[in-house]
Antibody, heavy 123, light 110 residues
């Protein structure tokens, strides 16, 4: 059975840091791109960051560029999102999403999602 | 980057067909055929309904269909059913190597 499970969400002060982890199982992790997508309370979906199957290419939304770093460890079937310089507007449920394709630049379709982990940025 | 433009809400009666539009620019939707649609029920994770403009993943009902013309993509739901009531989001790859979501459309079955 394919599974995607996020962890690491927490309450953090503005300016603080947090590291999210996504553990997957049931499929060949290194063959697929992965992305982080967030949803602020009562709002729509926003793509945050993506990484190719090999980890050689990473992509970030303008809203998090220079603050968030996406990485993956294919030997451990894990995806990470290092979030630095957190702002109140980063408060959201963060979803880990498996892509149907190897690289975002050649197609993207998020065909498997976790249940999300909540990040709250507040003083 | 601004989100892709979707109507805030669309409604229809059971059995009817509805269409949700998604408008972008020449730098995203108009430049690539990497358009996807997602369905999200309250409190749940999104579900992929369409990718590459018109391709349905295995297990998705053929009542859902996608198309694109110029800078506008569309999702049509035929034979509307109560369980189709949900929020729907479009996405597109962009020339800035990012993925852009639409603002979301709430579908109501009246």
């Amino acid at each position: 059975e394919m599974q995607v499970i996020e962890s690491g969400g927490d309450l953090v002060r503005p300016g603080g840091s947090l590291r999210l982890t996504c553990k997957v199982s049931g499929f060949d992790f290194s063959s697929y791109a992965m992305s982080w997508v967030r949803q602020a309370p009562g709002k729509g979906l926003e793509w945050v960051s993506g990484i190719s199957g090999s980890g050689g290419a990473t992509y970030n939304a303008d809203s998090v560029k220079g603050r968030f770093i996406v990485s993956r460890d294919n030997s451990k079937n894990t995806l990470h999102l290092q979030m630095n310089g957190l702002r109140v507007e980063d408060t959201a449920v963060y979803y880990c999403a498996k892509d149907f394709f190897f690289n975002l630049a050649t197609g993207n379709a998020f065909d498997m999602w976790g249940q999300g982990t909540m990040v709250t940025v507040s003083s | 980057q601004s989100a892709l433009t979707q109507p805030a809400s669309v409604s229809g009666s059971p059995g009817q067909s509805i269409t949700i539009s998604c408008t972008g620019t020449n730098s995203d939707l108009g430049a690539y055929n990497y358009v996807s649609w997602y369905q999200q029920h309250p409190g749940k994770a999104p579900k992929l309904m369409i990718y590459d403009v018109r391709v349905r993943p295995s297990g998705v009902s053929n009542r859902f269909s996608g198309s694109k013309s110029g800078n506008t993509a569309s999702l049509t739901i035929s034979g509307l059913q109560p369980e189709d009531e949900a929020d729907y989001y479009c996405t597109s790859y962009t020339s800035r190597n990012t993925v852009l979501f639409g603002g979301g459309t709430k579908v109501t079955v009246v």
